[in-house]
């Protein structure tokens, strides 16, 4: 990507100095309010991360300025939602309100609760803010083989995403059905929620590139490639063997792939309609 020297977000608080505290590393993930954030990966074991957290040692320079360079792409990447979505939200008559990005390494406390590193990035509705260990980074490539720069950027966009779903009252909403539905039903819909943060990671990419041309030959296949190596039923084969479509929570690679690429060619938002679309059938096959 194509992103040195641009804007950089303000809206960034940069935690990584401090530690979490408190928290329970190597068990739960995540305290009491695992089903309010939008963690990134669905499907797997987060115990399986628990090797990223231990200790937290002292970086080397060489390794603290390799951390800067990803939170500097980081912020630019932010900028570059935030260019977007208040666009986006101004052709609908609307006001983007932005959301802040918190640095940590680790773990945090969240809005949502304390987290570690192991959950992966997420979204904290309630405090509107979106949650990264740049360490996420690294596991891209060495746990999934994913390559480039191209894929953080797809996971921020997805993140935010989540933030333009909550602005529009959906998480509200979800969060009202959790308490009707089967944690099978609850699922579905999760799933419908994360290929619409997919969708609009993927429409992100498209505007970002129409407004500031950021892309570069094969971003686009290096977020495809992300998309399928964290697909539900890729995580759970990886950790189990096996694949239980009921348990799906963030949609299948080839979904994830679908309709990444759906919001990347379209450019329409229109067109992000997990709902009522959905092909939830295909979760059914
Ligand atoms: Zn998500």
Not at 154 to 162: L, R, S, T, W
Not at 202 to 211: D, E, I, K, S, V
Not at 224 to 247: C, E, H
Request: glycine content about 10%.
């Amino acid at each position: 990507m194509l992103w040195q020297g641009r804007r950089e977000s303000g809206n960034i608080s940069d935690r990584r100095g401090f530690s979490g505290g408190g928290l329970a590393v190597g068990g739960g993930a995540i305290g009491l309010n695992i089903y309010l954030i939008s963690i990134f990966l669905g499907g797997g074991d987060p115990n399986q991360l628990s090797e990223v957290l231990q200790g937290s040692r002292e970086l080397t320079p060489a390794e603290q300025a390799a951390d800067d360079e990803r939170a500097a792409f980081v912020k630019v990447v932010l900028a570059e939602t935030e260019d977007v979505w208040h666009e986006l939200f101004r052709e609908q008559g609307g006001n983007y309100v932005e959301p802040k990005l918190v640095l940590f390494r680790d773990g945090v406390q969240s809005g949502c609760g304390n987290a570690s590193s192991a959950a992966g990035p997420f979204y904290c509705p309630a405090d509107q803010q979106v949650y990264i260990d740049l360490s996420f980074y690294q596991e891209l490539q060495q746990r999934f083989h994913v390559q480039g720069d191209f894929p953080m950027a797809y996971v921020i966009a997805h993140e935010v995403g989540h933030h333009v779903q909550n602005l529009l009252g959906l998480s509200a909403q979800l969060d009202e059905r959790r308490q009707q539905l089967s944690e099978k039903e609850y699922n579905r819909y999760s799933v419908m929620a994360e290929l619409q943060a997919d969708f609009y990671a993927g429409l992100w990419a498209h505007y970002a590139n129409r407004m500031d041309t950021i892309l570069e030959e094969g971003d686009i296949e290096e977020a495809l490639n992300a998309a399928n190596a964290i697909g539900d039923d890729m995580l759970q084969k990886q950790s189990q063997g096996y694949v239980v479509p009921d348990a799906f929570t963030h949609g299948t690679s080839a979904q994830r792939m679908y309709w990444f690429k759906k919001g990347w060619t379209t450019g329409d938002i229109r067109q992000g309609d997990t709902f009522r679309e959905a092909s939830l059938s295909l979760l059914d096959k």
